[in-house]
């Protein structure tokens, strides 16, 4: 570790300006809900540090969480992943295979016992072992093994967190979440199908900061992006209000941009951030499309009524209860800002 370069050096070697440099660190400080004076312990945590360890599994899934964080914009994977932390094993990015692929996971675990980071994405399955295997070993037995010696583990993706897909009915493999399996080590879930690519980088960032992953709800999510739902923040919400709703894609409530409640959104019972950082640069997410949001963020979110279905006649309950659940997403947005102050404060004592 003490002959690896640290971030700012590597940083500063491929003419990342200070500027731009301190303006990733203010998006990052404000992505948490820390407070500005947060920045400067920010920029100096990543540029003294000496790339911690990443090892990377992928069991039951499509590929779309490196997809998307890939094509993250802000920061872009090369100056995140390759600059700030040590990728050291991706079935989809890295360089080895077959036998040179697995000795870079042991070296990596290895050498960083203690301290390295372990991100999955995809589900595990346990009604056989041969149903998913990498190089000959099941995923149970892969992830068993790797999460023994490390510092944390982040759940990326739903299937990862939550079972997603693999896990919906019948579920066939027995798809479990990481979380039904690891029990030792701190975990945290960054869910979404995919998941949003900021979020994914500002966990990674606050870890890489603070050597400690962030406060989380009570599916383990990070509260900073999962404290409220798309519905408490969506620029479509005063339609909601006022009761004025697209009944069909193409009828002039959809041309206006009113609300999708009616053609199945279930923005009012999904905590993510898609309404305010959203996607490609924060260009736009599914409702600004318009698309109503499926809940991919959410437990279960395959199995709980037809995604076209309003919520009203879904298996959410009564319409009462819809609006009731709003309600409750904006209280549970104001406990969310407190919990947030408090983090300030915090953070601001200790710096």
Not at 33 to 41: F, G, K, V, W
Request: charged share 15%; proline share 7%.
């Amino acid at each position: 570790m003490k002959n690896k370069p640290t971030v700012g050096e590597i940083l500063q070697a491929k003419g990342v300006s200070r500027r731009g440099f301190l303006k990733y660190c203010a998006t990052t400080a404000s992505l948490l809900a820390l407070p500005p004076a947060m920045i400067p312990r920010i920029a100096k945590a990543i540029e003294s540090a000496r790339r911690p360890s990443v090892i990377w599994l992928s069991f039951q899934e499509c590929t779309g969480c490196t997809e998307s964080l890939t094509r993250s914009a802000a920061p872009t994977v090369e100056g995140l992943i390759f600059d700030a932390i040590s990728l050291d094993y991706h079935h989809t990015l890295q360089a080895a295979s077959g036998d040179q692929a697995e000795a870079a996971r042991h070296a990596a675990m290895e050498e960083n016992e203690g301290g390295y980071l372990v991100l999955v994405d995809g589900s595990i399955p346990m009604g056989n072992p041969g149903f998913s295997t990498i190089a000959g070993i099941s995923n149970y037995d892969m992830l068993m093994e790797t999460v023994a010696g490390a510092a944390a583990v982040v759940s990326i993706g739903t299937c990862a967190a939550f079972g997603g897909i693999p896990g919906a009915n019948p579920n066939p493999t027995g798809a479990v979440s990481v979380g039904d399996l690891v029990k030792d080590k701190p975990i945290i879930n960054v869910p979404g199908c995919p998941p949003i690519p900021m979020v994914m980088t500002a966990v990674l960032t606050q870890f890489l900061t603070f050597g400690q992953l962030p406060e989380v709800d009570k599916y383990g999510r990070p509260l900073a992006f999962f404290g409220q739902t798309i519905h408490d923040r969506c620029y479509r919400r005063p339609f909601y209000e006022q009761g004025k709703f697209a009944n069909t894609f193409d009828d002039e409530g959809a041309k206006a941009g009113w609300c999708l409640y009616k053609l199945g959104c279930k923005g009012p019972t999904t905590y993510n951030a898609c309404a305010t950082v959203k996607w490609n640069q924060g260009t736009s997410f599914p409702i600004e499309s318009g698309h109503p949001c499926l809940g991919c963020s959410e437990p279960d979110f395959w199995d709980k009524g037809g995604f076209y279905e309003p919520l009203s006649t879904g298996n959410f309950g009564s319409g009462a209860k819809v609006a009731g659940a709003a309600a409750a997403g904006v209280a549970l947005g104001a406990v969310a800002a407190v919990a947030g102050r408090r983090r300030q404060a915090k953070y601001t004592k200790e710096a």
